[in-house]
């Protein structure tokens, strides 16, 4: 099973956005409407910000959104807030297996 | 509260071998797959294995495969890995999650570390 791909960091300032990517191939982005995103904060366990591609859990912000076109899903974040400084991972489901990218840190400035 | 408790993490020699149990509680567990996924020592999330809500289908890691075995038991709400010819490269913190679709890895509990060393 291979990782999917995203970039190591990004950053950005409060009130900012930023978009976090993740690269998968026809077998698995591109083959299926399964992807989902998970935040984690140092030493804790991740959390479901977004399945399905798209879909928001309750509870969570409406500032974050996330779409997919093609092997590429995307994350992205609004208004950045010091909270949002995280570990953000991407996964898809794949022929029974379950894919995760290496994930990426946002630092918020 | 939906919850999800995982225990029987600790540290043990290359070649032994480790069971990890994961209870749930607040919702009817039968009714749905679990996931189990580790994470080494500042490393990302990999996926370790999935297992139906009756046991019928069960998968694994390749890196896993032939090692590890996943189970359940519906009456106790309690899922388990049984980790054998553990290696260096399995230590890790061990996490259990519900799986509502095929994306819907939600709640997470709160892990349990697994350390292979001699």
């Known amino acids: 099973q291979s990782a999917l791909t995203q970039p190591a960091s990004v950053s950005g300032s409060p009130g900012q956005s930023i978009t976090i990517s993740c690269t998968g191939t026809s077998s698995d982005i591109g083959g299926y409407k399964y992807v989902s995103w998970y935040q984690q904060h140092p030493g804790k366990a991740p959390k479901l910000i977004i399945y399905?591609?798209?879909n928001r859990p309750l509870g969570v912000s409406d500032r974050f959104s996330a779409s997919k076109s093609g092997n590429t899903a995307s994350l992205s974040i609004s208004g950045l807030q010091a909270e949002d400084e995280a570990i953000y991972y991407c996964?898809?489901?794949?022929?029974?297996?379950?894919?995760f990218g290496g994930g990426t840190r946002l630092t918020v400035l | 509260e939906v919850q999800l408790v995982e225990s029987g993490g600790g540290l043990v020699k290359p070649g032994g071998s480790l069971r990890l149990s994961c209870a749930a509680s607040g919702f009817t567990f039968s009714s749905y797959s679990m996931i189990w996924v580790r994470q080494a020592p500042g490393k990302g999330l990999e996926w370790v294995s999935s297992i139906s809500g009756r046991s019928s289908d069960i998968y694994y890691a390749d890196s896993v495969k032939g090692r590890f075995t996943t189970s359940r038991d519906n009456a106790k709400s309690s899922l388990y890995l049984q980790m054998n010819s553990l290696r260096a490269d399995d230590t890790a913190v061990y996490f259990c999650a519900r799986v509502r679709g095929f994306s819907k890895f939600d709640p997470w509990g709160q892990g349990t570390l697994v350390t292979v060393s001699s």
């Open positions: 399905d591609v798209s």
């Open positions: 996964s898809s489901y794949t022929n029974n297996n379950i894919s």
